[in-house]
Protein backbone atom coordinates (compact mmCIF):
# COMPACT_ATOMS: atom_id res chain seq x y z
CA UNK A 1 0.00 0.00 0.00
CA UNK A 2 0.92 3.06 -1.22
CA UNK A 3 0.80 6.09 1.35
CA UNK A 4 -0.61 9.76 0.11
CA UNK A 5 2.62 11.82 -0.01
CA UNK A 6 5.10 9.43 1.04
CA UNK A 7 6.94 6.90 -1.19
CA UNK A 8 4.87 3.39 -0.91
CA UNK A 9 8.43 2.05 1.00
CA UNK A 10 8.10 4.42 3.86
CA UNK A 11 5.14 2.55 4.79
CA UNK A 12 7.47 0.94 7.23
CA UNK A 13 8.95 4.57 8.42
CA UNK A 14 5.83 5.82 9.25
CA UNK A 15 4.32 2.82 11.27
CA UNK A 16 7.99 3.43 13.60
CA UNK A 17 7.45 6.99 13.41
CA UNK A 18 3.67 6.54 15.11
CA UNK A 19 5.21 4.13 17.06
CA UNK A 20 7.13 6.62 19.13
CA UNK A 21 3.78 8.24 20.00
CA UNK A 22 3.22 6.03 23.80
CA UNK A 23 -0.44 5.58 23.92
CA UNK A 24 -2.45 3.93 26.27
CA UNK A 25 -4.62 0.63 25.26
CA UNK A 26 -8.22 0.63 25.19
CA UNK A 27 -10.79 -1.84 24.06
CA UNK A 28 -14.09 -0.79 21.71
CA UNK A 29 -17.05 -2.62 22.08
CA UNK A 30 -20.64 -2.23 20.47
CA UNK A 31 -23.49 -3.84 19.26
CA UNK A 32 -23.54 -5.86 15.40
CA UNK A 33 -26.96 -5.03 13.64
CA UNK A 34 -27.56 -8.62 14.85
CA UNK A 35 -27.38 -7.90 18.20
CA UNK A 36 -23.79 -9.54 18.94
CA UNK A 37 -21.02 -7.96 20.75
CA UNK A 38 -18.05 -7.18 19.00
CA UNK A 39 -15.15 -5.26 19.95
CA UNK A 40 -11.16 -4.39 18.91
CA UNK A 41 -8.20 -3.35 20.95
CA UNK A 42 -7.35 0.38 19.78
CA UNK A 43 -4.68 2.76 20.36
CA UNK A 44 -6.29 5.85 18.45
CA UNK A 45 -8.54 7.16 21.10
CA UNK A 46 -8.06 10.33 22.18
CA UNK A 47 -9.58 13.63 23.97
CA UNK A 48 -11.59 16.15 22.27
CA UNK A 49 -13.55 18.17 23.85
CA UNK A 50 -14.64 19.03 27.85
CA UNK A 51 -18.10 20.87 27.20
CA UNK A 52 -19.57 19.21 25.19
CA UNK A 53 -17.41 15.83 26.38
CA UNK A 54 -16.43 14.53 23.38
CA UNK A 55 -13.83 11.41 22.82
CA UNK A 56 -12.51 10.04 19.28
CA UNK A 57 -11.22 7.36 18.17
CA UNK A 58 -10.78 5.21 14.46
CA UNK A 59 -11.44 1.94 12.88
CA UNK A 60 -9.18 0.74 9.96
CA UNK A 61 -11.72 0.00 6.94
CA UNK A 62 -12.23 -3.63 6.25
CA UNK A 63 -11.34 -5.81 9.63
CA UNK A 64 -14.60 -7.53 10.46
CA UNK A 65 -15.77 -5.58 13.57
CA UNK A 66 -15.67 -2.51 10.89
CA UNK A 67 -19.14 -2.76 9.62
CA UNK A 68 -20.93 -3.09 12.99
CA UNK A 69 -18.82 0.30 14.07
CA UNK A 70 -19.65 2.11 11.15
CA UNK A 71 -23.53 1.36 11.63
CA UNK A 72 -23.34 1.67 15.63
CA UNK A 73 -25.06 4.87 17.00
CA UNK A 74 -22.86 4.05 20.59
CA UNK A 75 -19.69 2.53 21.44
CA UNK A 76 -18.17 1.62 24.92
CA UNK A 77 -14.64 2.57 25.39
CA UNK A 78 -12.59 1.03 27.87
CA UNK A 79 -9.37 2.22 29.27
CA UNK A 80 -7.20 -0.82 30.25
CA UNK A 81 -5.37 -1.64 33.25
CA UNK A 82 -1.36 -2.51 33.00
CA UNK A 83 -3.39 -6.13 34.46
CA UNK A 84 -5.67 -6.42 31.10
CA UNK A 85 -2.71 -7.33 28.79
CA UNK A 86 -4.49 -10.69 28.32
CA UNK A 87 -8.04 -8.73 27.68
CA UNK A 88 -5.86 -6.62 24.80
CA UNK A 89 -4.44 -9.35 23.11
CA UNK A 90 -8.30 -11.37 22.86
CA UNK A 91 -9.47 -8.24 21.13
CA UNK A 92 -7.02 -7.85 18.86
CA UNK A 93 -6.63 -11.30 17.56
CA UNK A 94 -8.10 -11.63 14.16
CA UNK A 95 -11.30 -13.22 13.85
CA UNK A 96 -12.93 -15.92 16.21
CA UNK A 97 -15.59 -14.85 18.78
CA UNK A 98 -13.59 -12.42 21.28
CA UNK A 99 -16.28 -12.47 23.61
CA UNK A 100 -16.35 -15.92 24.23
CA UNK A 101 -16.47 -17.38 27.80
CA UNK A 102 -16.11 -13.40 29.21
CA UNK A 103 -18.14 -11.65 31.35
CA UNK A 104 -20.12 -8.73 29.96
CA UNK A 105 -22.76 -6.52 31.03
CA UNK A 106 -25.55 -4.93 28.64
CA UNK A 107 -25.05 -0.67 29.12
CA UNK A 108 -26.69 2.04 27.26
CA UNK A 109 -28.93 0.90 23.87
CA UNK A 110 -27.53 -2.35 25.41
CA UNK A 111 -23.53 -2.03 24.37
CA UNK A 112 -21.48 -4.38 26.24
CA UNK A 113 -19.54 -3.38 28.99
CA UNK A 114 -16.28 -5.41 30.22
CA UNK A 115 -15.05 -5.09 34.01
CA UNK A 116 -12.15 -4.59 35.07
CA UNK A 117 -11.17 -1.09 33.36
CA UNK A 118 -9.30 1.96 34.29
CA UNK A 119 -11.66 4.29 32.45
CA UNK A 120 -14.88 3.05 31.35
CA UNK A 121 -16.94 5.72 28.59
CA UNK A 122 -20.19 4.86 27.27
CA UNK A 123 -20.79 7.14 24.10
CA UNK A 124 -23.50 7.95 21.62
CA UNK A 125 -21.93 8.72 17.74
CA UNK A 126 -21.68 12.67 17.66
CA UNK A 127 -19.79 12.30 14.17
CA UNK A 128 -17.94 10.07 11.75
CA UNK A 129 -15.18 11.22 9.72
CA UNK A 130 -13.46 9.80 6.63
CA UNK A 131 -9.78 9.24 7.63
CA UNK A 132 -7.88 7.41 4.79
CA UNK A 133 -8.03 3.65 5.56
CA UNK A 134 -9.82 4.88 8.82
CA UNK A 135 -12.62 5.97 9.75
CA UNK A 136 -12.60 8.39 12.61
CA UNK A 137 -15.51 8.01 15.59
CA UNK A 138 -16.58 11.13 17.37
CA UNK A 139 -18.54 10.13 20.19
CA UNK A 140 -20.38 12.11 23.13
CA UNK A 141 -19.98 10.37 26.45
CA UNK A 142 -22.95 9.60 28.15
CA UNK A 143 -21.85 7.90 31.50
CA UNK A 144 -18.23 7.63 32.81
CA UNK A 145 -16.82 4.57 35.27
CA UNK A 146 -13.74 4.44 36.77
CA UNK A 147 -11.72 1.49 38.36
CA UNK A 148 -8.23 1.48 40.35
CA UNK A 149 -4.99 0.63 39.46
CA UNK A 150 -2.25 1.77 36.59
CA UNK A 151 -2.36 2.14 33.07
CA UNK A 152 -1.26 -0.59 30.37
CA UNK A 153 0.91 1.12 27.69
CA UNK A 154 1.96 0.83 24.16
CA UNK A 155 5.19 2.07 22.22
CA UNK A 156 7.50 1.02 19.49
CA UNK A 157 5.01 -1.83 18.79
CA UNK A 158 5.08 -3.21 22.17
CA UNK A 159 3.12 -2.72 25.47
CA UNK A 160 4.92 -0.86 28.24
CA UNK A 161 3.88 0.03 31.37
CA UNK A 162 4.83 2.39 34.12
CA UNK A 163 8.08 2.78 36.18
CA UNK A 164 7.39 2.48 39.79
C1 LIG B 1 -2.11 -1.93 20.78
C2 LIG B 1 -3.03 -2.04 19.59
C3 LIG B 1 -3.71 -0.92 19.15
C4 LIG B 1 -4.58 -0.99 18.05
N1 LIG B 1 -5.24 0.15 17.67
C5 LIG B 1 -6.14 0.09 16.65
C6 LIG B 1 -6.91 1.25 16.31
O1 LIG B 1 -6.81 2.31 16.93
N2 LIG B 1 -7.79 1.13 15.28
C7 LIG B 1 -7.94 -0.04 14.58
O2 LIG B 1 -8.74 -0.08 13.64
N3 LIG B 1 -7.23 -1.16 14.90
C8 LIG B 1 -6.34 -1.12 15.92
N4 LIG B 1 -5.65 -2.25 16.29
C9 LIG B 1 -5.87 -3.50 15.53
C10 LIG B 1 -7.20 -4.15 15.90
O3 LIG B 1 -7.29 -4.43 17.29
C11 LIG B 1 -7.39 -5.47 15.11
O4 LIG B 1 -7.21 -5.21 13.75
C12 LIG B 1 -8.77 -5.99 15.27
O5 LIG B 1 -9.01 -6.41 16.59
C13 LIG B 1 -8.98 -7.17 14.36
O6 LIG B 1 -10.35 -7.54 14.51
P1 LIG B 1 -10.87 -8.93 13.98
O7 LIG B 1 -10.17 -9.98 14.78
O8 LIG B 1 -12.34 -8.99 14.31
O9 LIG B 1 -10.49 -8.94 12.57
C14 LIG B 1 -4.78 -2.21 17.38
C15 LIG B 1 -4.10 -3.36 17.84
C16 LIG B 1 -3.23 -3.27 18.93
C17 LIG B 1 -2.53 -4.51 19.42
Not at 63 to 90: G, K, N, T, W
Request: proline share 8%; glycine share 12%; charged share 20%.
Amino acid sequence: MSISGLPPDEGRALRDALGDWATGVAVATTLDPAGQPVGMTVNSFAAVSLQPPLVLWSARHGVPPFDAFELADHFAIHVLSDRQQPLSDRFARVGGDKFAGLDWQPGHAGLPLLDGALARFQCRVAHRYPGGDHLILVGEVLDIARGAGAPLLFQGGAYRTLAR
